[in-house]
């Protein structure tokens, strides 16, 4: 027969016996005398036995189930920038205008005889304000600005030229918002990165800059056309929720998964991934921000009716548990194709908390809310400025019960951004420790630093006895000279 010949080929006979030897010998075969009515049945009655390649059912076990863990892991790191984003957004209603008020004082009253011009430089002859208080200042100043400018733009007329458009063109204009939204946001990291620098650079060097009232300008225009395509998202959004044809919500909610196809393939590099995560983060508060600007919106139409709100709440909830499946699938898969473990997740945790606690150092660099922004991409301030829009005609408060209640909600809200901020703080501290305890007991002989990166000293105590003896030697001396001063 011809399958005895194929059998009976000397390449097909080494193969069997090889196989037959690894395992177990009840499984050889007399190819010989192998017939039609053998090879049908061994192909109705299996014999193979998959303790033979136990290795290889066991390696993909494990990927499975760490398959399974990204989602919680995911959600942890989740939580934690989310925390962080809240934090960021509420400073924006409390410790800003404190502060802003505060720089706003020392620079009269240190100031008086001088020119604002002169008080926003650092040179160092004695510069009047420094230059954390020069950047409380400038985002007072664009806050004001952008609130002054956003009142101008009329909401209802907005919602009904949105409204009268065909469900196709709202589908384009939405996704093109979108697009523009993330453009937009990374130009914006940079312009306000530039202009903190131009005010604050100390004076002496050669002018490679256009000056701080340019850079201002730029940055006012920067916020006005960012919170203007904020607000024409929620309105878009608030379309929608309250059109009567649900096709809208639908096709917006099934560009969601249309990122998917956009992700999920590409070749990801923990780098590409970390990026990827801190945007999801954005993303979602992004997302929530404006849900809340839809309800308000919605339940000023309706005079604060409590059953439309419950009408709502099933739309918005919808939205944002598709939100969190696409960001599950999204990350279990992109992890799955590049061989890239859940733990992953928890290093990109230690990395947000080490910029929490390197952000609170004397030696800080960058204040805590320009740190979390640069780290996820945020900007609050055209968030903030369509939130207070919004808020402000939706919510009347007028005489002595609208002040009693700005002060109230006030006190509550820098309670609550105090509380989390310490929260958080601990929190990061915790997950520092653990995560130096972990590499002390997995590497005992490597360096032990026990100061953050921004505030390294030369230390006995960060040089283990029986590694790098030279270095070692060289700082005792140094620290014998001191020593020897002080006496």
């Known amino acids: 027969m011809k399958l005895a010949s194929i059998v009976r080929s000397p390449s097909v006979s080494a193969n069997l016996s090889q196989s037959s030897s690894d395992g177990n010998s009840e499984m050889s075969l007399d190819w010989r005398n192998f017939s039609l009515y053998d090879y049908i049945r061994y192909e109705l009655r299996g014999t193979y036995l998959l303790e033979n390649d136990a290795g290889e059912m066991r390696m993909r076990r494990d990927k499975f189930y760490k398959f399974l863990k990204i989602p919680r892991e995911l959600e942890k790191f989740m939580w934690f920038g989310f925390l962080q984003c809240v934090d960021v957004f509420v400073s924006l209603f409390t410790l800003l205008p404190i502060r802003f008020l505060l720089s706003l004082w020392f620079l009269v009253t240190k100031s008086r005889s001088k020119s604002l011009r002169d008080g926003l430089s650092n040179n160092q002859g004695g510069s009047t304000l420094k230059p954390a208080e020069i950047c409380d200042l400038l985002k007072g100043i664009m806050f004001i600005i952008g609130a002054s400018l956003i009142f101008y733009i009329d909401t209802s007329m907005l919602y ?173 898969f992109v992890t799955r194709f590049n061989d890239i473990s859940h733990e992953i997740y928890h290093t990109y945790t230690i990395s947000l908390s080490y910029d929490i606690a390197s952000s609170n150092l004397k030696s800080a660099y960058s204040d805590h809310a320009d740190t979390i922004s640069k780290r996820m991409g945020f900007v609050p301030l055209p968030l903030g400025l369509l939130l207070m829009k919004v808020f402000v005609i939706s919510v009347p408060l007028n005489g002595w019960y609208g002040i009693s209640s700005i002060v109230l909600g006030f006190l509550c809200l820098i309670t609550f951004k105090f509380w989390l901020n310490i929260l958080l703080i601990g929190q990061a501290l915790e997950i520092i420790e653990a995560h130096r305890a972990d590499q002390e007991s997995n590497n005992p002989l490597k360096r032990r630093c026990t100061s953050l990166p921004a505030s390294r000293q030369p230390s006995m105590e960060n040089i283990p006895a029986n590694l790098n003896l030279p270095l070692r030697s060289k700082v005792l001396n140094k620290e014998n000279q001191i020593n020897n001063k002080d006496d």
């Open 160 to 332: 009904h030229i949105i409204k009268s458009q065909s469900v196709i063109k709202l589908y384009i204009f939405f996704n093109m918002l979108e697009l523009a939204d993330k453009l937009i946001t990374s130009f914006g990291l940079d312009i306000l990165d530039t202009l903190y620098w131009t005010a604050t650079e100390p004076r002496g060097r050669k002018r490679e800059h256009f000056g701080v009232i340019p850079h201002l300008f730029m940055t006012v225009v920067y916020i006005f056309v960012h919170t203007i395509l904020v607000l024409l998202q929620a309105t878009t959004l608030n379309v929608a929720i309250n059109s009567s044809n649900n096709a809208l919500l639908t096709i917006w909610m099934s560009n969601n998964f249309v990122e998917l196809k956009g992700m999920v393939f590409k070749k990801f590099e923990k780098n590409n991934l970390f990026q990827m995560s801190c945007n999801d983060v954005k993303e979602r508060f992004h997302l929530l921000i404006i849900l809340f600007v839809v309800i308000m919106q919605t339940m000023k139409e309706y005079n604060w009716d409590e059953r439309h709100f419950w009408i709502l709440i099933p739309y918005c909830l919808t939205i944002f548990i598709s939100e969190f499946a696409v960001d599950w699938v999204k990350h279990c």
